[in-house]
């Protein structure tokens, strides 16, 4: 079977939110403190590269804010965000 477009097998790169990345970095950084020492120059390699790339997008995260961080940033300034669809009304009864 052929993949269609967005498909989750499309070879993509898994997205991943500030919590996310925060998390990872942490267990990366503690696997490379666990590591032996005849551990594989290139595993260890490796482990400290991907560490330096979270550790840049978590240095540039603040201009990249969750929406859910947005929308409460936007109540406590008392912009309230616009209701997508206008409020109903109850019938009136007679």
Do not use: Y
Not at 9 to 22: F, G, T, V, Y
Not at 25 to 50: C, F, G, I, W, Y
Not at 56 to 76: D, F, Q, S, Y
Request: proline share 9%; glycine share 4%.
């Amino acid at each position: 079977m052929r993949a269609f477009h967005g498909q989750m097998s499309d070879n993509q790169p898994i997205r991943r939110s500030l919590a996310e990345k925060q998390k990872q970095l942490r267990d990366l950084r503690e696997t490379l403190a666990n590591m032996k020492s005849h551990t594989a120059p290139a595993l260890r390699e490796s482990v400290q590269k991907r560490i330096r790339q979270l550790e840049a997008e978590l240095a540039a995260a603040p201009a990249m804010k969750t929406p859910a961080a947005k929308g409460r940033e936007a109540t406590a300034a008392g912009n309230r965000p616009a209701p997508s669809r206008p409020a109903r009304r109850r019938p009136e009864r007679a």
